[in-house]
């Protein structure tokens, strides 16, 4: 059972899908099909968005988590907007009933979500409301390059799952973006807390722009976790709930969770 693979996408981060090439980018959509069916993740390197607004997110991302919390929980994400700051140990994301795992756990982990691009921002950061819409809009091109890829390697006919993904980051799409942020574990911290337990994915797929500090452990087919070593300058992309589904389980959304490092 192979780790996770990176593949060059630069072929079809460069253009559209052409008849001189088609052969040679229809052997890219396939090799992603095949890694999302092995093992549910794959780097992508030559991606196409800019490293400088990968850079940028992870800027404004840390002075936004560098504010006093009372400021922080101002913008608080609330039941009906799925746009705010998630402060640490209100959100969940172990699969409790599904992998038979204790419930005392506290998740270590805080966030600002962004749904919508006209939203609610926190004006302390200056330039947090104009790079998030930026990483939004690449995003969102990047995004359709790979729906259209998955669609040859699936040979799925055109628009087939890019029709499932209009209007992205808006009240008729549940598409979200996070930064996330994962503060040092105390010395003496209680039994239980941990950055991010195991569980899946929801929606079609996750971009994860990853720094290089690394803690993410995959779960394979075979049951063994595996450490995921971040690779500079890729998209670290794995397969959502949703997708497989769709797919009738040949796509793995795979088990992922962050260890304490």
């Known amino acids: 059972m192979k780790d996770i693979p990176c593949i060059d996408f630069a072929l079809l981060a460069n253009g559209t899908f052409n008849e001189d090439e088609f052969e040679e980018e229809k052997k890219i959509c396939q090799n992603i099909v095949s890694a999302?069916?092995?093992?549910?993740?794959?780097?992508?390197?030559?991606?196409?968005?800019?490293?400088?607004?990968?850079?940028?997110?992870?800027?404004?991302?840390?002075?936004?988590?560098?504010?006093?919390e009372e400021e922080k929980l101002k913008y608080e994400k609330d039941l009906?907007?799925?746009?705010?700051?998630?402060?640490?140990?209100?959100?969940?994301?172990?699969?409790f009933h599904r992998l038979h795992?204790?419930?005392?756990?506290?998740?270590?982990?805080?966030?600002?979500?962004?749904?919508?691009?006209?939203?609610?921002?926190?004006?302390e950061v200056k330039?947090?409301?104009?790079?998030?819409?930026?990483?939004?809009?690449?995003?969102?091109?990047?995004?359709?390059?790979?729906?259209?890829?998955?669609?040859?390697?699936?040979?799925?006919?055109?628009?087939?799952?890019?029709?499932?993904h209009e209007n992205p980051f808006s009240s008729l799409n549940g598409t979200l973006l996070r930064i996330l942020h994962y503060p040092p574990i105390p010395e003496n911290a209680k039994d239980g807390l941990i950055r991010c337990g195991a569980h899946t994915d929801y929606g079609t797929f996750t971009l994860?722009?990853?720094?290089d500090i690394g803690g993410l452990e995959v779960k394979r087919r075979d049951g063994k976790w595996?450490?995921?070593?971040?690779?500079?300058?890729?998209?670290?992309?794995?397969?959502?709930?949703?997708?497989?589904?769709?797919?009738?389980?040949?796509?793995?959304?795979?088990?992922?969770?962050?260890?304490?490092?």
């Open 36 to 68: 999302f069916a092995e093992i549910g993740f794959v780097y992508l390197k030559n991606h196409g968005i800019p490293r400088k607004l990968i850079e940028n997110i992870h800027k404004v991302g840390q002075e936004f988590f560098s504010l006093p």
């Open 80 to 95: 009906e907007v799925m746009q705010g700051y998630v402060a640490i140990d209100r959100e969940f994301l172990m699969c």
């Open 101 to 123: 795992i204790s419930k005392d756990i506290h998740e270590l982990r805080e966030s600002f979500d962004a749904s919508n691009p006209n939203g609610d921002f926190p004006s």
């Open 127 to 164: 330039d947090l409301k104009k790079v998030i819409a930026n990483v939004m809009e690449e995003g969102v091109k990047f995004s359709n390059k790979l729906l259209r890829c998955l669609e040859v390697g699936l040979e799925l006919p055109n628009g087939t799952l890019m029709d499932k």
């Open 208 to 211: 994860l722009f990853q720094d």
């Open 226 to 261: 595996i450490n995921d070593d971040p690779i500079p300058d890729t998209i670290l992309v794995n397969v959502g709930d949703l997708l497989q589904m769709w797919t009738a389980g040949r796509l793995l959304a795979t088990v992922s969770k962050l260890v304490n490092t």
